[in-house]
């Protein structure tokens, strides 16, 4: 057995030995050193793939030679509407040093805009019921001179409650509504401007999902949804990747798309940052030195004050491809990409994980990670990112490490404040929630009225991140949080709770055995475990 | 309470749904005094006693109504009655917050009673309310003699905590659902108002309720 486990079967897969170096763990937003057990297996990011030199040329290039649909600059007529959409603030993560890659995308596109005679032009944020990005956030995407010259008439954010610029397309064969911007559809030209950071994004929930409306997006984000996704990482196995294609191509229908896809490799941190996502067992003395410069200077920091520098490093994320054209083609180009970099065949299912959950997620950019965002990153994304085979046994344990305080952001998540306080200590059923709450609080005037003219995430915001992790609710035994720095927390989320990760271990292993396989995601990691027996 | 009855909303009205305040609508009549001599004494007056109100309005909301709406002593019934017209158009109107409109429009949407409670004169909103649509709404009542103001308002003076007496007393007699109705305001006066009910709103806050309002993690909005 120990002769298996050492051996190396990927090098993004490192198994504990008695001399192994202890393990550096995400906790919120701090991180801590960890001695892990012996024969555990710890999972890696792969190595990032190199970024393209010249990312401009590239995407240059990709709408000069699109798949499946003439050129971009074939496409344009002087006197014709053209809208640009464009993914917000959830992607990447964290946000890329500058220039995003989409202020690059847009000064091609405007430029060939502008040589084509094109200039009744709206650039619009699929924010779908995200909360609205700020203006200081909108500027910083595209840039100071495309920000000056559009915002605020023409570069915005989609309001999927501003009933006259919404428009109904219909229904799918099988019955899915959809209502999505009005503008964007109605445009001679709607171009798609997208940043595929991992296989669920993309394709044609770029546009079908992220400039919908609430009765359209809760035909798919639902529990059942989300149960019958295996993963919904997995786009072949996902049934939400099947709703949103049957919506897609009702968009299809009703307008001519032009999709830019791009892929990023995982080089999440910038130097100097990125022993954080390195082998400890491979640390230099200079890296060793960086770690405990960190450990002494950082974690001593107010909570508030170590989120403001982690949300203030900005990812070093490079362009490894970029598509245009027809949305399919596009994005089944672009998800081989990701599973390129992503991908890391793992030999069989664990009996417990170990998943640190970092201060980064899709929804708590500039902001904390309340709650109900542990929780969408335990059960939701890091028990989803797998193909074939779920990473953890069925009825395994799941240990997470993070303080899960009691804090939200008001101005941010006002409704998954109440969603928390109000109905979890009523129920955790995510059916009975949706059947007896969700609409209540989509509908709620003050909840519409900050997501409109606030920045808050749409009163139903809180369920879909509930149902989120349905799967991994579903799936998983236990979830034991290590760390966590009060009982009500855990226990209104269903969990149990361990002063440290030693004691969480031996929790663990008392359900599971002593012989319990144990594998740990070496967080903060964007890594797709391809699982077999 | 009924616990199987209609919701409503409850919307304080200055600061919350509009930018003006009472002291806008005394300073419009002040402007629009018989005579020049009077409009200069009326307007001179109104803003001497600005840092007065002020000060009054911090210590209680109850003690500013006694003092503010002594200014409108001696003033004819019928000037005021006749300019409320020209007030609604010229100073209320545009002062209407741009959301208050999606706001309502969202209540009515979904079934919610839309129910104003005021510390204005009856008289001077009673257009504005016709305009934004609210189903219900009491205000304060100037009483008058022989046609001339006494400078007094009729009980119940709606300030504090008359407004959330008014607001139980409404919803028993309407069948309206406290648990499930809202109310809005932008001054920590109204907490009892925001107390009673299974939503309350902070909008606009001032200080004292923003920080209630974090407290207590009710909804801040921001409708300006």
């Given at each position: ?87 917000d603030?959830s ?35 699929a924010n779908s019921l995200h909360r ?26 989609h309001d999927a409650e501003?009933?006259?610029?919404l428009?109904t397309l219909?229904h799918t064969?099988?019955?899915e509504p959809l209502r999505v911007n ?18 669920m994004?993309?394709?044609h929930k770029s546009v079908a999902v992220g400039l919908c409306d609430y009765e359209s997006l809760r035909a798919h984000h639902e529990p059942q949804t989300i ?5 919904y ?7 939400l990747n099947?709703k949103v294609?049957r919506l897609g191509?009702l968009v ?163 409704s ?18 949706r059947?007896?709450?969700e609409r209540?609080f989509a509908e709620?005037?003050?909840?519409i009225?900050?997501y ?5 995430y749409h009163g139903a915001h809180a369920f879909f991140m509930w149902y989120w ?65 | ?224």
């Amino acid at each position: 057995m120990a002769l298996q486990l050492r051996r190396k079967t990927h090098e993004s897969i490192v198994y504990i030995d008695k001399d192994s170096a202890p393990r550096i763990m995400p906790f919120g937003e701090d991180f801590i050193l960890e001695d892990i057990p012996i024969g555990t297996r710890v999972i890696y990011p792969n190595p990032p793939i190199k970024g393209l030199p010249n990312r401009e040329a590239a995407i240059r290039y990709a709408v000069n030679h699109p798949i499946e649909m003439e050129p971009l600059y074939a496409l344009l007529e002087p006197g014709m509407q053209v809208t640009i959409a464009m993914d917000d603030i959830s992607l990447p993560l964290p946000p890329m040093a500058l220039p995003d890659l989409r202020q690059t995308m847009l000064e091609v596109v405007l430029d060939m805009c502008a040589a084509n005679g094109v200039d009744d032009i709206h650039l619009i944020i699929a924010n779908s019921l995200h909360r609205k990005m700020t203006e200081w956030e909108m500027k910083r995407m595209v840039g100071t001179k495309i920000f000056d010259e559009f915002y605020p008439d023409r570069y915005y954010n989609h309001d999927a409650e501003a009933d006259d610029e919404l428009v109904t397309l219909g229904h799918t064969r099988h019955n899915e509504p959809l209502r999505v911007n009005k503008r964007a559809i109605e445009s001679d030209l709607l171009i798609y401007l997208n940043i595929n950071l991992v296989p669920m994004d993309g394709g044609h929930k770029s546009v079908a999902v992220g400039l919908c409306d609430y009765e359209s997006l809760r035909a798919h984000h639902e529990p059942q949804t989300i149960r019958d996704s295996d993963s919904y990482m997995d786009p072949p196995r996902s049934a939400l990747n099947h709703k949103v294609i049957r919506l897609g191509k009702l968009v299809d229908e009703n307008c001519k798309v032009f999709h830019i896809e791009t892929a990023l490799n995982n080089r999440m941190f910038p130097e100097g940052y990125d022993i954080l996502t390195r082998n400890e067992d491979e640390f230099s003395f200079a890296d060793r030195l960086k770690w405990e410069a960190m450990a002494r200077t950082f974690s001593p920091l107010p909570r508030v004050a170590r989120r403001k520098m982690l949300h203030a490093i900005p990812a070093a994320y490079e362009l490894i491809g970029c598509f245009a054209g027809k949305t399919e083609p596009v994005h089944d180009k672009i998800l081989e990409l990701n599973y390129r970099q992503y991908e890391i065949p793992v030999k069989g299912q664990c009996d417990i994980l170990i998943s640190g959950i970092p201060d980064i997620s899709p929804y708590n950019v500039y902001s904390a990670l309340n709650p109900i965002l542990v929780q969408v990153m335990a059960l939701g994304y890091h028990f989803n990112m797998y193909r074939n085979k779920p990473l953890l046994r069925k009825g395994g344990v799941m240990i997470i490490t993070h303080p899960c305080f009691d804090e939200f952001d008001h101005k941010f998540h006002p409704s998954y404040i109440e969603f928390f306080h109000r109905l979890l200590p009523e129920s955790r059923d995510a059916f009975y929630l949706r059947e007896k709450y969700e609409r209540e609080f989509a509908e709620n005037p003050a909840y519409i009225e900050m997501y409109r003219r606030g920045n808050a995430y749409h009163g139903a915001h809180a369920f879909f991140m509930w149902y989120w992790g349905e799967n991994g609710r579903q799936h998983v035994g236990k979830v034991i949080v290590a760390g966590a720095e009060n009982a009500h927390v855990p226990e209104m989320l269903g969990w149990e709770r361990a002063d440290n990760l030693t004691e969480a271990i031996a929790m663990a292993r008392s359900y599971m055995g002593r012989n319990a396989e144990i594998t740990m995601l070496h967080q903060p990691i964007i890594g797709l475990c391809n699982v077999s027996d | 309470m009924n616990k199987n009855g209609q919701a409503a909303a409850f919307y304080d009205l200055e600061g919350t749904l509009v930018s003006t305040n009472l002291v806008h609508t005394l300073a419009f009549y002040s402007t629009r005094q018989q005579g020049l001599w009077q409009t200069a004494k009326a307007s001179v007056s109104t803003l001497a006693k600005l840092p007065f109100f002020g000060v009054t309005d911090l210590y209680s909301r109850n003690v500013f109504n006694e003092v503010f709406f002594r200014s409108y002593e001696g003033w004819s019934q019928d000037r005021l009655r006749y300019f409320s017209e020209e007030l609604f158009e010229n100073v209320l109107k545009p002062a209407v917050f741009p959301g208050t409109y999606d706001l309502i429009a969202q209540g009515k949407k979904v079934g919610h009673r839309q129910v104003v409670l005021t510390g204005a004169l009856d008289f001077t909103i009673d257009k504005l309310m016709g305009h934004l649509g609210i189903d219900d709404y009491v205000a304060n009542r100037l009483e008058f003699v022989n046609g001339y103001a006494t400078g007094r308002v009729l009980p119940p003076v709606m300030a504090s905590a008359t407004k959330a007496k008014w607001i139980r007393e409404y919803a028993e007699k309407n069948n309206i659902n406290l648990s499930e109705s809202y109310a809005y305001s932008d001054s920590i006066s109204d907490l009892p108002m925001l107390s009673i009910v299974g939503h309350p709103v902070a909008v606009c806050p001032d200080f004292r309720l923003k920080q209630t309002a974090r407290q207590h993690d009710w909804a801040v909005l921001d409708l300006r």
